[in-house]
C-alpha cells in the first residue's frame, strides 16, 4: 500500500514536469492478471490539480478500475458469448456510427434549414388540436420600479392609457428607473412565468378578471401591468407559441426525407452500374 501511494505521489508531482513524456511506465495497480499503469492516465489527469486532489482523483480511479475489472472478469466467467457473437456485436455497432456520422455529414450538405410561414402555418391547421394549451398564456407589459422612483402617477397613466401606447416614452422611463421591464409584443409568456415576475404574497392571486391592468405594491417596490391578450388553458396555442416546435418537427421530416432519398439514389446507382445483383 505504501509502494502504491509513493507511486501515485510521484506521478501527481511529476505530472506537471513533462514527465509523462519519459519512455518507462510505473505499475500502479494489480488485479489478478490485469495491470494499471502510469501511462493509463495520461490523457485523463488533469495537470493543474494539485498534488493532494490529484492522488485523491486518482486513488478514485485505481478503486473505479479495479471494480471494473473485476465486473469483467466475472462476466467473462459466466455469461455465453462466443467470439464470433461479441465481433459481430462490434462490427454491427461500428457500421452503425459510420453510417450515422455519414447521415448527419449528408444531412448538412444537403439539407436546406429554412422552414417557410406557408409550411409552418399548413402543418398548424393540420395538426391544432395537437396544440392545445396546458395553462393560460398573455401577453403583456410589466415594468417594476422602486416605491421611491420619481413620476411614479405619469408613467401609471402611460401604461394605463386608453388611447394607444407612448412605447418610446414608456421605455425611456424603463431604461432608467425600472428593476425588470417586460415587453415583447410578439410574444407569449406562461402564466407561471408571469406570477412569478409579481410579489410573493400575491402570486395566488386571481388578476385581470375585471380588468385588463394590475397595480401591484410591496414595501419596495410598484408593479404596474398592461395585458394585452391572453388565452385560457384548454384552448388552441397560437402559432408563434408553438413555431419553434413545429419548425423541429419540420426540419426533422426534411432529415429524413432528404436520406431516403440519398439512400435510393445510391440503391439505383448501384443497379445501374451492375455494382448490386440478385442472382
Request: hydrophobic content about 40%; overall charge negative; aromatic content about 12%.
Amino acid at each position: 500500500m505504501h509502494k502504491f501511494l509513493y507511486h501515485i505521489l510521484s506521478l501527481t508531482i511529476l505530472s506537471s514536469c513533462s514527465f509523462f513524456e519519459r519512455t518507462d511506465d510505473i505499475l500502479l495497480a494489480r488485479l489478478g492478471d490485469s495491470y494499471l499503469y502510469q501511462s493509463d492516465l495520461k490523457s485523463i489527469l488533469n495537470k493543474d490539480l494539485s498534488p493532494s486532489d490529484s492522488l485523491a482523483f486518482i486513488q478514485q480511479y485505481a478503486q473505479n478500475w479495479a471494480q471494473e475489472e473485476l465486473l469483467l472478469q466475472k462476466a467473462e466467467l459466466n455469461i455465453d458469448f462466443n467470439e464470433f457473437t461479441i465481433e459481430q456485436r462490434i462490427e454491427d455497432y461500428r457500421r452503425s456510427l459510420l453510417i450515422h456520422a455519414y447521415e448527419q455529414k449528408l444531412i448538412q450538405q444537403n439539407i436546406d434549414t429554412i422552414v417557410s410561414l406557408e409550411a409552418l402555418e399548413l402543418y398548424y391547421s393540420h395538426h391544432s388540436d395537437d396544440y392545445v394549451l396546458a395553462e393560460k398564456i398573455v401577453q403583456l407589459m410589466l415594468l417594476k420600479v422602486s416605491v421611491v422612483a420619481p413620476e411614479l402617477d405619469e408613467i401609471k397613466d402611460l401604461i394605463f392609457s386608453k388611447d394607444s401606447l407612448d412605447i418610446d416614452s414608456i421605455e425611456a422611463y424603463a431604461h432608467q428607473y425600472s428593476k425588470r421591464f417586460y415587453y415583447n409584443p410578439s410574444e407569449w409568456l406562461n402564466w407561471s412565468s408571469f406570477v412569478k415576475l409579481l410579489p410573493v404574497e400575491t402570486q395566488k392571486t386571481t388578476f385581470f378578471k375585471h380588468s385588463n391592468t394590475l397595480y401591484l405594491k410591496d414595501s419596495l417596490d410598484v408593479y404596474f401591468v398592461r395585458l394585452f391578450t391572453q388565452k385560457e388553458q384548454g384552448e388552441i396555442a397560437p402559432l408563434v407559441y408553438v413555431e419553434e416546435e413545429i419548425k423541429s418537427i419540420l426540419l426533422n421530416q426534411k432529415k429524413l426525407k432528404t436520406v431516403d432519398l440519398i439512400q435510393s439514389k445510391l440503391f439505383e446507382d448501384a443497379k445501374k452500374s451492375k455494382q448490386f445483383e440478385i442472382y
